[in-house]
């Protein structure tokens, strides 16, 4: 019982902490608080389910293109509607403000798109949802799946921030943006990729939560609050603090539902995030 | 190599800059001199691209400088040390360093440049692994500079580098430049540390309120009695 809970905690947890990780390159590099990350995340998911059941394109094979098409609308979404505010916010501090309300009215939008193309119904597929035996546990074989791209995008991403020279570069813009240019880094640019990544995040996310969860069209809103939540508990900018606060709530949420009562699910995040945020608003893993 | 052309530059009815003129040759050090105020900073920011002068221009071995955008200017051989280092105070030293080698030209000469770079300033090497942010105040100069020469530059420009050191620090820094200097790199350097930045300089000009008022080769300002008046405090040197 305990086994299981940890085990379906880990494999939430994995979806959480990959959908924070996209939000806080976005915020943290590009200055951006994407308030309709959520709605990537679901676009991502129905466009799974719609390949599969309308072309019979297995999710495994749409997975594949799922993270460029994500890059690709993340880079021209920056380029058509958060460009604009970036340039009109010059160095001001309006682009933080800008951009919630920006993104908050393309929440609506994106949310009654996907409204009127899918539906209100909640969705979900079956796909390889036989049982696999992980440490005398039967799971599903698409959540071990799922958790597996986390681990493995998110895993990679994290070397890449720490090893390459892409990911010093992405770490400097992110903690002092002013001083970038003095070695030649074009700031703009970085944003933009930042932004795009975040979106590609958000999509892969979206697809592994397609292949084990059931969601619907206004759903978005709580995987973005979730992801907020996460990206707080772990300390603003923190990607380490992200995963670990990712997994841990995935873990937190299973446990409520499992042993008190699925309801409450929602109510233990929010929870959890009043905590933090009146006892450690710089995080759990934040300094100070 | 560098000619500046009536540069001017303000922050709303504030004149910084009024038609400031001046050339550097290359493998010439060149220093600025003036209080504090009188557009110093506005000058090599212009030049490094942070400021955007009104009129004017700047042209950089034949090219329009003003056409690039900041980070560009890098990438065109120009490193920018500004007033306040501007370092990545929660990098490591080496992450510093790593990220000054970010221009294409840079990168193949990067280990060469380093193992140079940290024979200029062993403490460096010393401190590779430490947080930049957590260092001294020198010690973060240091940064700034080696982070600079990282970028294998044709033209470095330093604004105020002895700002806010002790004088031991001071005295390490100028040094360091010296041996920079003999390595053939062009400089432009911009100091209230006149006396020791004219000993180290082949020319200075003078910049007052925004405006050139004397320029000349830096053994010359040294004995001037304008000069010293204004920018060396007190008597014309015992020698005289």
């Known amino acids: ?288 | 190599m560098l000619e500046v052309d009536l540069l001017s530059v303000s922050y709303g009815k504030h004149v910084a800059l009024d038609n400031v003129s001046l050339t550097v040759s290359p493998g010439e050090m060149v220093a600025i001199l003036g209080a504090n105020g009188a557009g110093k900073s506005s000058l090599l920011g212009a030049i490094g691209g942070r400021v955007t002068p009104a009129h004017g221009g700047i042209t950089f071995e034949g090219a329009d400088l003003l056409r690039l955008p900041d980070h560009a200017r890098v990438e065109a051989g120009i490193a920018l040390v500004p007033e306040g280092r501007g370092i990545f105070p929660g990098l490591t030293v080496a992450e510093n360093l790593t990220l000054g080698a970010n221009p294409r030209h840079a990168r193949a000469g990067a280990d060469a440049q380093r193992a140079e770079i940290l024979a200029l300033f062993p403490r460096l090497g010393e401190r590779l692994g430490q947080v930049a942010g957590t260092m001294s105040g020198g010690e973060q100069q240091m940064v700034a500079i080696g982070r600079a020469l990282m970028s294998a530059p044709k033209l470095l420009l330093l604004d105020e580098p002895s700002l806010g050191l002790a004088p031991i620090v001071v005295q390490e820094v100028f040094a360091a430049l010296g041996r920079i200097r003999e390595t053939g790199l062009t400089i432009l350097i911009v100091e209230q540390n006149a006396r020791a930045t004219l000993a180290l300089a082949d020319r200075a000009y003078l910049l007052e309120a925004g405006r050139i008022t004397g320029s000349g080769p830096a053994q010359e300002l040294r004995t001037d009695p304008a000069v010293v008046r204004a920018f060396l405090g007190g008597a014309i040197p015992a020698e005289q």
């Open chain 1, 1 to 288: 019982m305990a086994l299981t809970t940890l085990i379906l905690g880990l494999v939430l947890g994995g979806t959480y902490a990959l959908l924070a990780l996209g939000l806080t390159l976005q915020y943290g590099i590009a200055r951006i608080m994407n308030l309709a990350y959520g709605e990537f995340t679901l676009v991502a998911a129905f466009c799974l389910v719609a390949l599969f059941q309308g072309a019979g394109i297995p999710p495994l094979w749409a997975m594949i293109a799922v993270a460029p098409a994500g890059y690709a609308v993340g880079w021209a979404l920056y380029a058509v509607m958060m460009r604009p505010l970036v340039t009109r916010a010059g160095n001001s501090g309006r682009l933080e403000v800008d951009s919630i309300l920006a993104t908050f009215g393309l929440l609506f939008l994106i949310q009654g798109v996907l409204l009127v193309v899918f539906g209100a119904n909640f969705t979900s597929i079956s796909y390889l949802d036989q049982g696999v035996r992980v440490l005398g546990v039967s799971v599903a074989a698409n959540k071990l799946i799922a958790f597996g791209i986390c681990a493995v995008v998110g895993g990679g991403l994290v070397l890449a921030l720490h090893f390459t020279r892409w990911g010093l570069t992405l770490r400097a813009v992110a903690q002092t943006p002013g001083s970038a240019p003095l070695v030649g880094i074009d700031v703009n640019r970085m944003a933009r990729q930042g932004f795009a990544l975040g979106t590609a995040l958000a999509a892969v996310g979206g697809a592994s939560v397609a292949m084990h969860q059931t969601f619907s069209a206004t759903g978005g809103v709580v995987f973005t609050m979730k992801a907020l939540v996460i990206v707080i508990m772990g300390g603003v900018g923190n990607i380490g603090g992200a995963l670990v606060a990712g997994l841990a709530l995935g873990l937190v949420e299973t446990f409520v539902a499992t042993a008190i009562d699925p309801g409450l699910t929602l109510a233990a995040t929010f929870a959890i995030f009043l905590g933090v945020l009146l006892w450690r608003p710089q995080g759990l893993f934040g300094r100070g």
